[in-house]
């Protein structure tokens, strides 16, 4: 899943949980490896409460939820009108922020050779780290799409 792959860039913040609610696909939620800090839920909705599979008429949007131990939460909104990469930017942009925030700033993900963190940004139609310096640009994502 996209938002457990942005996690573990961002340091896999202790304490937190992580909500995922939108449609279902054909395949089945990724699973995390190993012990991780964080459960993940996937539920569809149909803009009034959770309905089977089979009586979605169309796609909806999925809502990620990422709440911390102190009651904190940030929520992203990913539209269907939206493309992969400017679903992943927004997605690695908004939990960078919740995840700084909680973490009182700590500068992950890393800007190879610099103090201050990677910017996430849609460069060439790829969501990408991208330094805000130099320009400098590595895709969110590495190996499968989503």
Same mark, same amino acid.
């Given at each position: ?29 990724? !699973?995390? =490896? ?10 569809? +909705?149909? *803009?009034?409460? /959770?309905?089977? @599979? ?33 679903? !992943?930017? =927004? ?10 925030? +909680?973490? *009182?700033?700590? /500068?992950?993900? @890393? ?36």
């Amino acid at each position: 899943m996209w938002a457990e792959d942005i996690l573990r860039q961002l340091g896999d913040p202790p304490g937190h949980t992580l909500t995922v609610t939108g449609p279902v696909t054909d395949r089945e939620p990724e !699973v995390p =490896l190993g012990d991780t800090a964080f459960t993940s839920r996937l539920e569809i +909705h149909d *803009g009034e409460g /959770p309905v089977e @599979p089979s009586s979605a008429p169309h796609p909806c949007s999925v809502l990620v939820v990422l709440a911390f131990d102190d009651g904190s939460s940030i929520s992203v909104l990913l539209e269907p009108s939206m493309t992969e990469a400017e679903a !992943v930017a =927004l997605l690695a942009e908004q939990l960078q922020d919740g995840v700084l925030e +909680h973490t *009182g700033g700590a /500068p992950l993900p @890393p800007c190879p050779g610099h103090s201050h963190p990677a910017v996430a940004k849609v460069v060439d139609t790829v969501a990408s780290w991208t330094c805000p310096e130099n320009g400098r640009t590595r895709p969110i994502l590495t190996g499968s799409a989503g």
